[in-house]
């Protein structure tokens, strides 16, 4: 439920490495796999136009589970994965500054914002005031793809994400996970798992994952450098995925964490 390595050059010798020796792999994030409300993906195909998707959270741990979230819509637009020319980090008044020179679509944090049911936000609130410690992961694509991950903790508890295509059309969805016993986003994954061992084939193709590796190790340089812009051309990764997406069955009720 992670990345392939905290770092790009070990993530690119595992990958390497599995191909040499024929060796299949499956990694990633469970996040892809989870309920949807409403129940919506991107329609293969789609001219997209830009991506932002809503995160909490540290970035090294849930801020990969928002990448992978972002890449299983991002690798389904027209001509499948193109690969990743730089990705920036941004932090605290740097986010909403960011926000008002239009690097991301303020449509899409509202429409992304309004899909959350755990915790929306309350009536004449701001985002901007709620969010103390706000990132944003800035993800330029090499076909000019444009993608945002704003991580705003603690104002959000959940994971959302909305996107628009090249008719300016709006859609958006919630990633909904159980946060009660048995957690049962997992076993969607753990299902994943055991086809791979039955069937010796990944349901989704390494690169997805070999590419959100490499971006999070790019964003948090870039964070500890002050935000700085990194140009990645060992992101220039080409992929096309049939994966599709489908809802699972309604999740069962919830016991408390503390009981077994």
């Not at 499956?26 to 001219?47: M, N, Q």
């Not at 709006?170 to 990633?175: G, H, Q, V």
């Not at 096309?240 to 919830?254: A, E, F, N, V, Y």
Request: aromatic fraction near 10%.
């Amino acid at each position: 439920d992670k990345q392939l390595s905290d770092n790009w050059r070990d993530a690119k010798w595992i990958y390497d490495t599995a191909r040499e020796q024929k060796i299949p792999v499956l990694a990633g994030s469970s996040l892809p796999l989870v309920w949807r409300y409403p129940p919506t993906d991107v329609k293969s195909g789609t001219k997209l136009k830009e991506v932002l998707v809503l995160s909490y959270h540290r970035l090294d741990s849930y801020g990969f589970h928002a990448l992978e979230i972002l890449q299983s819509l991002a690798e389904r637009r027209a001509g499948g994965e193109t690969g990743v020319a730089s990705v920036q980090c941004l932090s605290g008044d740097e986010v909403w500054k960011a926000g008002q020179r239009g690097v991301f679509d303020r449509r899409l944090l509202d429409a992304a914002l309004a899909r959350l049911k755990e915790k929306p936000i309350p009536a004449g609130q701001r985002i901007e005031d709620l969010a103390k410690t706000p990132d944003l992961m800035i993800v330029t694509y090499r076909d000019g793809l444009r993608a945002c991950v704003l991580s705003l903790n603690y104002a959000i508890l959940e994971w959302a994400a909305a996107w628009s295509d090249a008719e300016n059309r709006i859609d958006s969805t919630l990633f909904w996970t159980q946060e009660l016993r048995p957690f049962m986003h997992f076993s969607w994954f753990l299902m994943e798992i055991e086809k791979l061992m039955y069937q010796g084939r990944a349901a989704w193709p390494l690169e997805r994952t070999l590419l959100t590796s490499g971006m999070l190790d790019g964003l948090l340089i870039s964070r500890r450098d002050g935000g700085k812009v990194m140009a990645t051309p060992w992101l220039n990764i080409r992929y096309q995925s049939d994966w599709t997406w489908r809802q699972p069955p309604s999740p069962p009720p919830g016991r408390p964490i503390t009981e077994q």
